[in-house]
């Protein structure tokens, strides 16, 4: 196979966004040279794929990690560890797609922009936390977004219709459309006895059981605002949720002269990933095609922002910026790991990061260092909440 195929690291190999993104380059050996993985456990998987596509690199959480991965894979694959591996991984491959889950994820958003890379973001968080800082390093040569979460996908192809003008002015509004998650008409008395299992059943998505809690609070949608207010260069006042429960229209734009563009599909996250890998080339896989030889049933509805109060979290910690989203998504992946261990209930998870939120005071973003600082923060006194 020649050389000069474009080389690709995967971080988060191991999880949901991962395996889809390894379904992606099965059919694209030819075109796309997978150099790096990396994950936090499941060592025999990452040997597993390390030596199906021979990759050279690998990053682990642990040294001990390392040791047993280092027996699993031969000596002649390098393994690094940590933080600090993320970030060598992600300065050596054309493209980096970073599909680690949460906060741990920043080191690949920062580097691979940092290097002047492509980066095909899943991991939303590190972007919602750090937008002032990403907001910099994007102004590097060479180094792009493009993102994988399906909505902003969608956006990102409705938005070839812009002029391209800094902040959208002919843009109206962007149209985030939502599943409702399992819980969608559900009332608040209802939702005071949701189960485990109840929430890490999605109608619509199979995802890593952190995002698919955060859709079953529609958490995750209040992310999504935060996300593409910072991918897009666009307030929060001009993005809008619809409530869409067939994931069939990912998102919309509507432009100042009425006009609305959609992207659809059936829902299949390997479409979203093949377009960031093989941009500006669509690669001719067709996932999630859309058969209308048969009836399509699409509805809109308004979110219900009573049952499910984390969107006007969100739009709250978009308006006073700062370090606010870094609070938000911080106090929000506390909560949600405190659920998935059973220490709170799945209706303490929103007042819980509302109450990290009332204690958030304006602290400015300036930083890696200030950011680290409020992350840690917002934990701390999340973490207080959760075994008071
Ligand atoms: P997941 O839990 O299935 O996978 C997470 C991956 O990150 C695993 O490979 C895990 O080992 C790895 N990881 C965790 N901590 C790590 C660390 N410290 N160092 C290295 N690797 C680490 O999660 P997922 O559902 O694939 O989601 C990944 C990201 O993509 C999240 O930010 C999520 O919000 C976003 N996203 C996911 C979907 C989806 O369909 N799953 C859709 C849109 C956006
Ligand atoms: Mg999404």
Redesign the pocket.
């Known amino acids: 196979m020649s050389s000069t195929r474009p080389t690709v690291a995967l971080?988060?190999?191991?999880?949901?966004?991962?395996t889809q993104t390894l379904d992606v380059l099965r059919r694209e050996l030819d075109s796309f040279d997978l150099v790096a993985i990396?994950?936090?456990?499941?060592l025999g998987e990452l040997a597993a794929i390390a030596k199906e596509f021979n990759v050279s690199s690998i990053?682990v959480?642990s040294v001990d990690d390392k040791a047993t991965l280092q027996s699993m894979v031969g000596p002649g694959v390098t393994i690094v560890v940590g933080a600090e591996g993320?970030t060598e991984l992600s300065r050596c491959a054309d493209v980096v797609v970073n599909?680690?889950?949460?906060f741990?994820?920043l080191p690949v958003t920062l580097s691979a922009l940092e290097a002047g890379k492509r980066l095909a973001l899943?991991?939303?968080?590190s972007l919602i936390a750090a937008a002032p800082l990403v907001a910099k390093v994007r102004a590097t040569t060479g180094a792009e977004i493009l993102p994988?979460?399906?909505e902003h996908c969608a956006i990102h192809q409705c938005l070839a219709g812009s002029s391209g003008e800094p902040g959208h002015p002919d843009v109206r509004r962007l149209l985030l459309t939502a599943s409702g998650g399992p819980f969608r008409g559900w009332s608040k008395e209802q939702l005071s006895s949701v189960t485990k299992s109840d929430a890490l059943k999605h109608p619509t998505?199979s995802?890593?059981?952190?995002?698919t809690v955060?859709s079953s609070t529609l958490m995750?949608k209040g992310l999504e605002v935060l996300e593409a207010s910072a991918l897009f260069g666009i307030e929060v006042g001009r993005v809008e949720v619809v409530v869409h429960p067939q994931s069939i229209v990912h998102s919309m734009v509507e432009y100042v002269d009425g006009a609305v563009l959609a992207q659809l599909s059936e829902p299949d996250?390997r479409l979203p990933i093949a377009y960031c890998i093989g941009s500006p080339v669509r690669l001719n896989h067709a996932w999630g095609r859309l058969d209308f030889g048969q009836p399509l049933h699409l509805t809109f509805e308004a979110p219900d922002r009573v049952a499910f109060p984390a969107l006007d979290l969100a739009y709250d910690a978009a308006r006073r910026a700062g370090a606010a989203p870094a609070w938000l998504s911080a106090a929000n992946e506390i909560a949600v790991e405190a659920f998935l261990n059973d220490q709170i209930s799945w209706s303490r998870i929103i007042p819980l990061v509302a109450e990290v939120m009332d204690v958030y005071d304006d602290e400015a973003l300036d930083s890696l260092e200030e950011l680290f600082e409020n992350d840690a923060t917002a934990r701390r006194i999340a973490h207080g909440m959760v075994v008071r």
């Open positions: 971080l988060g190999a191991t999880g949901s966004i991962g990396a994950g936090g456990q499941r990053g959480v993320l599909a680690v889950v949460g741990a994820g899943a991991n939303k968080e994988i979460d399906s998505w995802m890593g059981p952190k995002i955060d995750n996250m």
